[in-house]
């Protein structure tokens, strides 16, 4: 098993950047495809990025596209997330979650197939 925890939250202006920090314990975090989500207030929880063991293969939500990367140092087991040019609407508690395997099967935003999560951090994105 795999223990997570999400660093680099914080509260930011609209057009800044952040970068998002997932440290994992454990022997297996090269094993396992990881994701990013985010739950607003009052929403929904939703994905926003993911990416293969290898790091070679990576899925965005279009509303992210262009803006967000993520990547990964299996070296460090750390999984990252850079938010560039952040928008209100990005304002989130941000969660990185391990996937079940080493690359999805299907659609790789299916919370279901996400075997462990993160507490989350909080990014807050003013106007």
């Known amino acids: 098993q795999v223990q997570l925890v999400e660093s680099g939250g914080g509260l930011v202006q609209a057009g800044d950047s952040l970068r998002l920090s997932c440290t994992a314990s454990?022997?297996?975090?090269?094993?396992?495809?990881m994701g990013w989500f985010r739950q607003a207030p009052g929403k929904g929880r939703e994905s926003v990025a993911a990416?293969?063991?290898?790091?070679?293969?990576?899925r965005y939500v279009d509303s992210v596209k262009g803006r967000f990367t993520i990547s990964r140092d299996n070296a460090k087991d750390t999984l990252y997330l850079q938010m560039n040019s952040l928008k209100p609407e990005d304002t989130a508690a941000y969660y990185c979650?391990?996937?079940?395997?080493?690359?999805?099967?299907?659609?790789?935003?299916?919370?279901?197939?996400?075997?462990?999560w993160g507490q989350g951090t909080q990014v807050t994105v003013s106007s």
């Open positions: 979650a391990g996937h079940r395997s080493r690359v999805w099967g299907g659609s790789w935003y299916q919370e279901h197939e996400y075997d462990f």
């Open positions: 454990g022997r297996t975090f090269s094993s396992h495809a």
């Open positions: 990416i293969s063991a290898s790091g070679i293969t990576t």
